[in-house]
């Protein structure tokens, strides 16, 4: 079983150290201090060993890969530190504030030879794959994305939230030709409800809406091609029914998108060959935040 180290103990950090616990051995763990999460670790996990030094991880020769769930402003500088000391990364998205900053992590993980896999987590969504499944042979004509939320108003709603929904568009559409943000209003931050539209080939666009500042929670994703609807919602997949003008479900996901995340990162640290795509996706993401960034200001 792989063994493996994690920095970062949030919220999130915690459900990561869940799901792993589930298919690899996680030995160490660092934060800042905080001593609540500190009191979970020991609580929940008596067997994982809180390390005050990060240094106490890269030179573990046991520890095959570091899990990374941080600020976004940390990314760059604690995944090049794992690079460069030979352990494989599983990186929250984005994997770092800029392009630039993703190249030099990419080109570090390929010289030596590391994984260097960044947590989408949507990508890994059961529906998701069905999408993939159902749209394979059809002709997709637009992709809708609506996102309503409260909080995460810590990070950058562009770099945060917005990551998601591109890395999906990337996947189904590939890289836009024109892409506009037409709607930026700030409410509690200087962005908190965003639109942005993406122009590709064929007359295909994708428009992506977020607000985080909804008085709910809901997230849905429609595809339309040629001759269906399908929707997204939750843990189920619709398809419009043209004739009875009514939705069907088609697909109910059995595994959370976490859970899936998590095997495929570890099976791809134990495969002889190392596939980087999760990287250059991520890279591409950048790409397009970056665009967007520039029309903002």
């Known amino acids: 079983m792989k063994k493996i180290a994690l920095i970062g103990l949030g919220r999130w950090g915690k ?26 670790l020991k609580k929940h996990y008596p067997e994982i060993k809180w390390v005050k030094d990060r240094i106490d991880i890269f030179s573990d020769p046991t ?17 090049k530190e794992c690079l460069d000391n030979g352990k494989h990364v599983f990186i929250e998205k984005p994997m770092a504030e800029t392009t630039a900053q993703s190249r030099k992590l990419i080109s570090i993980a390929k010289t030596n030879k590391v994984q260097l896999f ?21 002709k997709i004509k637009c992709v809708q ?3 309503k939320k409260l909080g995460t108003f810590d990070e950058d709603i562009f770099k945060n939230l917005l990551t998601h929904d591109l890395s999906l568009s990337i996947e189904l559409l590939g890289m836009p030709k024109k892409i506009n943000l037409l709607q930026n209003l700030g409410i509690i931050t ?24 909804s008085n709910f ?17 939750d843990d189920i997949l619709l398809r419009l029914q043209n004739k009875s003008k009514t939705y069907k479900q088609i697909f109910q996901q059995t595994e959370t998108p976490l859970a899936v995340e ?26 397009l935040i970056d665009r967007i960034i520039r029309q903002r200001k």
């Open 63 to 79: 520890i095959d890969a570091v899990i990374i769930s941080t600020p976004i402003t940390t990314h760059f500088k604690l995944a």
């Open 190 to 213: 200087s962005s908190d409800i965003i639109s942005i539209k993406l122009y590709y080939n064929d007359n295909k666009i994708c428009n992506i809406k977020i607000d985080r500042t």
């Open 118 to 138: 960044v947590g989408h987590v949507f990508l890994y969504s059961q529906n998701f794959k069905k999408i993939l499944e159902v749209t394979k042979n059809r």
């Open 15 to 40: 459900n990561l150290v869940r799901e792993f616990s589930n298919v690899s051995l996680i030995t160490k763990c660092h934060t800042k201090g905080n001593q609540t999460n500190i009191r979970w």
């Open 145 to 147: 994305f609506d996102w």
């Open 262 to 287: 998590c095997k495929e990162f570890i099976k791809s640290i134990s495969k002889p060959n190392i596939s980087y795509h999760s990287a250059t996706l991520a890279l591409n993401v950048n790409v």
């Open 217 to 233: 929670k809901k997230k849905t994703i429609t595809v339309i091609t040629e001759k269906n609807l399908y929707q997204w919602e």
